[in-house]
């Protein structure tokens, strides 16, 4: 009993000290990580000037792409509120009667898809035509009003989205009075398609300027390895390995892309900032409640994790190219 | 310890440094190297610290044949090397403490034992009161002191000099090279190359002599 006390004792002891020993290594790993984490912010502050041109330079490459994403969002919020625009042109034949078309009107107003009706009588659209067109006395010419009445409606919002609007339009096309029924948003599906068009030059701004930045970042790094040139050398001849020399320029560009991201992201709040007031003024001449919003929470997120993200990839590519070439002699 | 086997280093461009060097220092063994300068002394040094890989013959390190080592594993290899230098190498950006606890950073000691371990190194060489001096604010001889104590500080069983006195007057040079006796006295192997061929003989230790890269003598015996 007393002996397999002794040794039950013995195997805790044999386990604790090891355990701690696991347990200092594991401490002092992350305790160097974290030197050389906040170690590698130390001796970018002591350059300040050339730490900030780097990241004002970084700061800007990035604010650009955001801050027009910015502002693309802002115009398709904007053009949002242009669906209401839609509207659907119903031609009837011309041998539809007078009482008929009423009726349509009614049906078509009691559908919950439909905001609005508007319609236009033959004798009507003949008087805007003869107005409009300047071509009347050729109209005169005929024996009869050539044109059909028209039936303009406006669907609710909900339905006003160009696919909704189609399918719309499609059982519109099944009464058998309609001639022809025709959307009327060619010129927002112009606007969508010149947007997505900004939004696609956006995205290949924001990647080569995304390329830039890494390249910005590989020089200064290159510089910093170049400078740091006989320390590198010594660790090797005393046995450092390659991770280890390598760390604090990695952590050098997590600095430098998070800072710069930091940049961008103050820019980016400075422009909207300037230019929310005479936006809301231009937006209240047209009695709209528009304002102009900035970066959302996931955009900031966003925006600092791929400045980060750039910074290690640029110090990664410089580190690992210009490591090797260093060697003692 | 160290044994070298018909080892031939030839750089590019056809100068031949080494030629069919064979000799074998023991464990715990003192040795010093000795030749004209460009004799192949530096390069010798640079073959076991694996600075430079031999062109024929072998090296062998502590059992370990460095033909074999590859690129990625030489860290770990030279952290059971101390090496000094003539130009000592230290980093001027960092305190005496800092300079000589590199090795034990780099090997993942525990701060108290990083503390521990420098002070001790530093009381060996005579230098606990200028831990937190700079490397300028010292003389050459409490420099080539504070190389020697980041050299040993990890306690590496092979020790290697290149022209540790070269620099120094003759009474520092003694000074340094009863240093390099008291490592060897506790089981260190040291290798010491050398021109100061009166401090040499007058210490008695081992002494091998290149001449255009060839191992004309060897004193002792092994």
Known sequence: MAKQQREAGR????VSPSDRAIRTRVRTYLLRHAQVFFGSLGRLSKTPFSTFMTTMVIGIALALPAGLHVLLQNVQQL??????????????????SEPRTQEIVKRLRKMSEVRQVDYVSRQQALEEFTRLSGFG??????????????????PALRHATPDAAERLLARFKLFKEVDLAQLDMQWIQRLYAIMDIVQRGVQILGVIL???????????????????????????LIGGTDA?????????????????????FLLISLAVNALSEPVAGLALLYRSQFSLSGLNATEVVLLGGTGI???????????????????PT | MIRFSNVNKRYTGGYDALVGVNFHLAPGEMAFLTGHSGAGKSTLLKLIALLERASRGQVVINGQNLDKVSRRRIPYIRRNIGIIFQDHRLLFDRTVFDNVALPLIISGFSSNEV???????????????????????????????VGIARAIVNKPPILLADEPTGNLDPELSEEIMKLFEQFNQVGVTVLIASHDLALISQMG??????????????????
């Open chain 1, 11 to 14: 195997v805790r002891d044999s």
């Open chain 1, 79 to 96: 053009s949002g509120g242009l669906d209401s625009a839609t509207q659907i042109s119903l031609f009837l034949k011309t041998d539809t």
């Open chain 1, 137 to 154: 006395d050729a109209l005169k010419a005929l024996d009869q009003n050539p044109l059909p009445s028209v039936i303009v409606v406006t």
């Open chain 1, 210 to 236: 995304g390329l830039g930045v890494v390249l910005v970042l590989g020089n200064t790094i290159r510089l910093a390895i170049q400078n740091r040139r006989d320390e590198i050398i010594i660790i090797k």
């Open chain 1, 244 to 264: 280890f020399i390598r760390r604090p320029f990695l952590y050098s560009g997590f600095w430098y892309g998070f800072f710069g991201s930091l940049i961008a």
């Open chain 1, 309 to 327: 993200l750039l910074g290690l990839l640029g110090s990664w590519l410089a580190v690992g190219r210009h490591l090797r070439d260093i060697e």
């Open chain 2, 115 to 145: 503390g521990r371990r420098v002070r001790a190194a530093l009381d060996k060489v005579n230098l606990l009161r200028k831990e937190k001096s700079y490397p300028v604010m010292l003389s050459g001889g409490e420099q080539q002191r």
């Open chain 2, 205 to 222: 230790h081992r002494v091998l002599t290149l001449t255009k890269g060839k191992l004309t003598q060897d004193s002792g015996a092994s």
